[in-house]
């Protein structure tokens, strides 16, 4: 009993639709790279070196692929976005230099990217900001082709490393000031207190500030305690950056508190706000609407929790000092997955019936 040329054939090239399928819908695609970010200060003329570490979290191997651009701040919140202005006077992306444009790595294994920052003895003392974007790509890019996706075939996922650069000399300066102290929701039902404070820097290049939120009782002892920048995020150049922090009472019982804030910014200006509020029975807090007297407190005992606080936060990042930020970018195929598994129960169903058919065809015979 021959089985018809037509039948098998189809057969066969739904099957191997069918498992084409199923693998790029099984498909993960992702990157990871230690640290996101890095900052450094050099004099003009000067050569800075760095590095990053990559991962492949994939199970194929994979070709990172660096690119690098220009990036400035379009928020508040410190999200930003890439310069193509060739003008753009805090661009730094001309001089930044690769050994390799390409790093090959293992499926699951990691890779030291290298990459160094030419100073030209021009330039201007001051901040400068660029990116380095690494893409890892399934298969080795033609360096004669431009880059692109295609259904199963090149996939990619990206991710960037932001460098901070400040060029040393008399003019570079950054200029911090403290602009408001907010509570942003008097009642919490999650039991905790979130605040905005915000900074402005009128300077030319970037600056930090370090600090904290501390919950004072009437009696000016320190109850609870959250740091104001635990990720040591940087305020750019003509930029305004808003730090939102949540204070948790959870485990505070009712009465009247103060919310201290208090810190300094990298040009060793200190700045210093309370605000009022009451706690009821069931942990939410409400912002006193007059004004109320500052507590008075003891510095030791502020310096003695924060201690503690940082003791844990420096814990939690070596415990995670192992692990990747990871972004993956979803290819064609993973973004229309569900339409993708609609088609392929199609496709079972179809060479079920084939099958069943072609059975029924033989026996009949």
Same mark, same amino acid.
């Given at each position: 009993?021959?089985?018809?040329?037509? +039948?098998?054939?189809?057969?066969?090239?739904?099957?191997?639709? @069918?498992?084409?399928?199923?693998?790029?819908?099984?498909?993960?695609?992702?990157?990871?790279?230690?640290? @996101?970010?890095?900052? +450094?200060?050099?004099?003009?003329?000067?050569?800075? !070196?760095?590095?990053?570490?990559?991962?492949?979290?994939?199970?194929?191997?994979? *070709?990172?692929?660096?690119?690098?651009?220009?990036?400035?701040?379009?928020?508040?919140?410190?999200?930003?976005?890439?310069?193509?202005?060739?003008? *753009?006077?805090?661009?730094?992306?001309?001089?930044?230099?690769?050994?390799?444009?390409?790093?090959?790595?293992?499926?699951?294994?990691?890779?030291?990217?290298? +990459?160094?920052?030419?100073?030209?003895?021009?330039?201007?003392?001051?901040? *400068?900001?660029?990116?380095?974007?690494?893409?890892?790509?399934?298969?080795?890019?033609?360096?004669?082709?431009?880059?692109?996706?295609?259904?199963?075939?090149?996939?990619?996922? =990206?991710?960037?490393?932001?460098?901070?650069?400040?060029?040393?000399?008399?003019?570079?300066?950054?200029?911090?000031?403290?602009?408001?102290?907010?509570?942003?929701?008097?009642?919490?039902? /999650?039991?905790?207190?979130?605040?905005?404070?915000?900074?402005?820097?009128?300077?030319?290049?970037?600056?930090?500030?370090?600090?904290?939120?501390?919950?004072?009782?009437?009696?000016?002892?320190?109850?609870?305690?959250? /740091?104001?920048?635990?990720?040591?995020?940087?305020?750019?150049?003509?930029?305004? =950056?808003?730090?939102?922090?949540?204070?948790?009472?959870?485990?505070?019982?009712?009465?009247? *508190?103060?919310? @201290?804030? =208090?810190?300094?910014?990298?040009?060793?200006?200190?700045?210093?706000?309370?605000?009022?509020?009451?706690?009821?029975?069931?942990?939410?807090?409400?912002?006193?609407?007059?004004?109320?007297?500052?507590?008075?407190?003891?510095?030791? !005992?502020?310096?003695?929790?924060?201690?503690?606080?940082?003791? !844990?936060?420096?814990?939690? !990042?070596?415990?995670?000092?192992? /692990?990747?930020?990871?972004?993956?970018?979803?290819?064609?195929?993973?973004?229309?997955?569900?339409?993708?598994?609609?088609?392929?129960?199609?496709?079972?169903?179809?060479?079920?019936?084939?099958?069943?058919?072609?059975?029924?065809?033989?026996?009949?015979?």
């Amino acid at each position: 009993m021959q089985i018809k040329p037509i +039948y098998k054939t189809l057969n066969l090239a739904f099957l191997a639709i @069918l498992i084409a399928v199923s693998m790029c819908v099984h498909a993960t695609f992702a990157i990871g790279a230690s640290p @996101l970010r890095a900052t +450094y200060s050099a004099l003009p003329g000067e050569v800075v !070196k760095g590095e990053i570490v990559v991962i492949n979290t994939n199970n194929v191997e994979g *070709y990172v692929v660096l690119d690098k651009e220009n990036f400035e701040v379009i928020n508040e919140k410190g999200e930003i976005q890439t310069v193509e202005d060739e003008n *753009y006077a805090y661009g730094m992306k001309e001089w930044l230099q690769f050994p390799q444009n390409t790093v090959y790595v293992d499926p699951g294994n990691a890779a030291v990217v290298p +990459y160094e920052i030419h100073i030209p003895n021009t330039a201007a003392p001051q901040g *400068y900001y660029g990116l380095i974007s690494l893409q890892i790509r399934s298969s080795k890019p033609d360096p004669n082709q431009e880059t692109g996706v295609g259904l199963g075939v090149g996939i990619s996922a =990206r991710i960037s490393h932001l460098i901070l650069l400040s060029v040393e000399g008399d003019m570079a300066k950054s200029d911090t000031t403290f602009d408001s102290y907010e509570i942003l929701s008097e009642t919490s039902q /999650e039991k905790t207190i979130e605040t905005t404070v915000t900074f402005s820097n009128k300077g030319n290049t970037h600056s930090t500030l370090s600090g904290a939120l501390y919950l004072l009782d009437t009696d000016g002892n320190p109850v609870a305690v959250t /740091e104001l920048n635990p990720g040591e995020n940087s305020i750019l150049p003509n930029t305004t =950056r808003a730090f939102t922090r949540v204070v948790d009472v959870s485990e505070i019982g009712p009465g009247t *508190y103060n919310l @201290l804030l =208090r810190g300094k910014t990298s040009e060793n200006n200190f700045f210093e706000q309370q605000q009022t509020i009451y706690i009821d029975l069931n942990q939410n807090a409400t912002k006193f609407d007059y004004e109320y007297p500052n507590t008075t407190y003891d510095f030791e !005992k502020l310096q003695e929790l924060r201690a503690k606080e940082l003791q !844990k936060l420096q814990i939690e !990042k070596s415990e995670n000092a192992l /692990e990747f930020q990871v972004q993956q970018n979803q290819s064609f195929i993973q973004q229309n997955r569900t339409i993708i598994s609609v088609i392929s129960v199609i496709a079972i169903i179809i060479c079920s019936i084939l099958i069943i058919n072609y059975t029924l065809i033989a026996f009949k015979k």
